[in-house]
């Protein structure tokens, strides 16, 4: 069941609040998620070799036990790219909130979005932590305080009785430009009130964002910042999930459904765009040949601007499956965008082309590749190339 005006803050023992600290003009740019009582964690990480100071002090916090009891997180200054001074800044922020809350300094996760290569204005920094107030009850604050360019919040919460118990799974996320598989400039933070222990809440974990999150794109480029955490604090009461039961298959089920929810907000709101794209492969070899081929659509720029323009371009849909790196026979590919079949076992066919070109006018497009040489699918989902996104970021820090 959809939680319609849940928040981060929604599964028990958890609370948030975000707040405005002079890294952005005027909007919230610092936020914290808090657990009563330790957390199991997990997080996954960009796959830039290029990674951000947030990331080093987060793994930090996670090398040992694997518990969190607090998130913080700055937008407006990715602190990434600034060497030893910007690691040096990241633990002070780890620090600060550490002691803002009265618990042990490794027991928190710090993450930062914004521009690359500038300083945190640690005097911002501290002030903005001290003024995070977990009793205000605005904990919808904290998905404020993470946006960058985004146009919309991105949240999801879930709630189902399993075992008798009453589980409860949120999630937010920030991503809108600097998007590609394999993490990108997006940060995700899902809590849950369940207890899973940590190697399992990791296993889930990266599955998962290989099914989702690394199944988006928007412009190619893969970021230094991106990670996901989640936090598992176990007050719903529930007995500890275990590997294989059907306890525990029902709330992967919820966990999916709410990194896919995510996953796909971010791809519809990428820079720009006017539509979502979706990639569906059937019939191919292998599940990594099937979501690599899909990927491979989303991230064509002729295929997003062709859906862009409206126009039925399969060639460029084609092309991309040729240069994807997955193994199909080429005489054998069907595609169809929505609900209209434009290739048949790799031979042009007669369609409604004015069915079609109203189709092309909504706001998601489903783009559905049969390549008849196997029983795997994939998925992947991303935007359309716009005017605006080349504006918006030729105009980003100005």
Known sequence: MMIPDGTIATPLGFSADGAHCGLKYKKKDIGIIFSEVPAQAAAVYTMNQMQAAPIFVTKDSLANEQTLQAIVVNSGVANACTGKQGLEDGFAMRTLTAQHLGVAEQSVAIASTGVIGEYLPMDKVTAGIAELDLQSGMSSYFH??????????????????????????????????????????????????????????????????????????????????????????????????????????????????????????????????????EAQVNGATSREDARMIAKQIVSSSLVKTAM???????????????????????????????????????????????????????????????????????????????????????????
Not at 176 to 192: C, D, E, K, Q, V
Not at 197 to 218: R, Y
Not at 341 to 363: G, N
């Open 144 to 277: 404020e305080a993470i946006l960058t360019t985004d146009t919309v919040q991105k949240e999801l919460t879930l709630q189902a009785e399993i075992g008798g118990k009453t589980v409860t799974i949120s999630g937010v996320a920030k991503g809108s430009g600097m998007i590609h598989p394999n993490m990108a400039t997006m940060l995700s933070f899902i809590t849950t009130d369940a207890d899973v222990p940590a190697t399992l809440l990791q296993k889930l974990l990266k599955q998962k964002v290989d099914q989702t999150f690394n199944q988006i794109t928007v412009d190619g480029d893969t970021s230094t910042n991106d990670m996901v955490v989640v936090m598992a604090n176990g007050c719903a009461g529930n007995n500890t999930f275990l590997e294989g039961t059907p306890e525990f298959g029902q709330f992967a089920n919820m966990f999916y459904a709410v990194c896919q929810h995510l996953a796909k907000s971010i791809a519809r709101d990428g820079e720009g765009a006017t539509k979502l794209i």
């Open 308 to 398: 862009f323009g409206e126009d039925a371009n399969w060639g460029r849909i084609i092309c991309a499956i040729g240069y994807s790196g997955g193994r199909f026979s080429p005489d054998h590919i069907t595609i169809k965008i929505g609900d209209t079949t434009i290739l048949e076992k790799s031979e042009t066919v007669a369609y409604d082309a004015v069915a079609l070109a109203d189709y092309l006018q909504q706001e998601k497009i489903v783009i559905a590749v049969n390549l008849h040489s196997g029983l795997e699918t994939g998925t992947a989902w991303g935007c359309d190339l716009s005017y605006d996104y080349v504006k918006i970021n030729a105009c980003y820090r100005t």
